[in-house]
């Protein structure tokens, strides 16, 4: 069984930045596809960033050149960067695992990510 847990949420003014972390346990990161996504009031849930068992990483075209996924091996965490953000990056961001897109098998509670202006 794959747990995870978010951490690293909170409020941050326009073009600040937010780190995000998610703890895995049950898995280590090289054996399975991690991924964050996000989904904002009345909008439905999208992809933001993937990493890979091999460590390969996509990301969506919106957070391209702001957002970065890594591993943390020594912490068995996915962490992402956020720098430069907008208010359109307002949302709840969940780490999820074992999966690839907005399809994945497991999920966090979420972190809520809120960009004032």
């Known amino acids: 069984q794959v747990q995870l847990e978010e951490s690293g949420g909170g409020l941050v003014q326009v073009g600040g930045s937010l780190r995000l972390s998610c703890a895995v346990s049950?898995?280590?990161?090289?054996?399975?596809?991690m991924g964050w996504l996000r989904q904002a009031p009345g909008k439905e849930r999208e992809f933001v960033a993937t990493?890979?068992?091999?460590?390969?990483?996509y990301y969506a075209d919106f957070v391209k050149g702001r957002f970065t996924i890594s591993r943390d091996s020594a912490q068995n965490a996915v962490v992402l960067q956020m720098n430069n953000l907008n208010p359109e990056d307002t949302a709840v961001y969940y780490c999820?695992?074992?999966?690839?897109?907005?399809?994945?098998?497991?999920w966090g509670q979420g972190t809520q990510v809120t960009v004032s202006s």
């Open positions: 990493i890979g068992r091999s460590g390969i990483t």
């Open positions: 049950g898995r280590t990161l090289s054996s399975i596809a």
């Open positions: 999820a695992a074992d999966g690839t897109g907005r399809d994945y098998a497991y």
